[in-house]
Structures are given as C-alpha cells and as structure tokens.
C-alpha cells in the first residue's frame, strides 16, 4: 500500500471493505499462564478460571479463560487484519 494515501482516501479505502470478510489472523496460543497473569491484573478469580483441579471435574474439563481476556486481546489478534492496521497513520487512539 502506498505511504502516500490521504486520509480521505484512506477512509474510502475502509469504508469499501464494510461486509466484506476478512482474513485470519495469525494463531495465538492463550494457556493458563496467560490466563494467571490476566486474572492476577483484572482480579477476575473465578474458581473456573484458576483452579485446574477443580475445573478439570467441570462440565468444561479444564479451566477456561475470562470473556474479558478475549476483549483485551482483540488489538493484538486483528492488528494485521485490520484496517487500521493496513492502512498508514501517525497514530491511533483506543477511546475504549
């Protein structure tokens, strides 16, 4: 993509690809250690969430990551298929 696209242009660019599907994203693997460290930061202590023993007798089988560790992660995992991430700027703002 060319550096030189005006932002007008850029938002043309975006506005196009509405409804279209994406591509995916690379993989990333989300295992207990990351589900640890965000727990620790969010203090989402859910027993399903960090007790491997006792989620493994759940209906799940094991322990399943906090719903919002999947949000958290939405930068990282659409950042080279978004549009924003495609398309050049100075920067860009997570009013969130």
């Not at 094991?62 to 930068?75: C, D, Q, Y």
């Not at 659409?78 to 924003?84: D, L, P, V």
Request: charged share 25%; net charge neutral; no cysteine.
């Amino acid at each position: 993509m060319d550096i030189a696209i005006s932002k007008s242009n850029v938002l043309a660019l975006m506005q196009e690809e509405i409804g279209k599907e994406s591509e995916p994203g690379e993989w990333f693997l989300v295992d207990q250690k990351l589900i640890n460290s965000f727990v620790d930061i969010s203090g989402e202590t859910g027993w399903l969430h960090i007790d491997i023993e006792r989620a493994s007798k759940s209906k799940f089988g094991g322990t399943i990551a906090p719903g919002n560790l999947g949000v958290a992660l939405l930068p990282r995992l659409s950042r080279n298929i978004s549009a924003y991430g495609r398309y050049p700027r100075k920067y860009s703002l997570n009013q969130g």
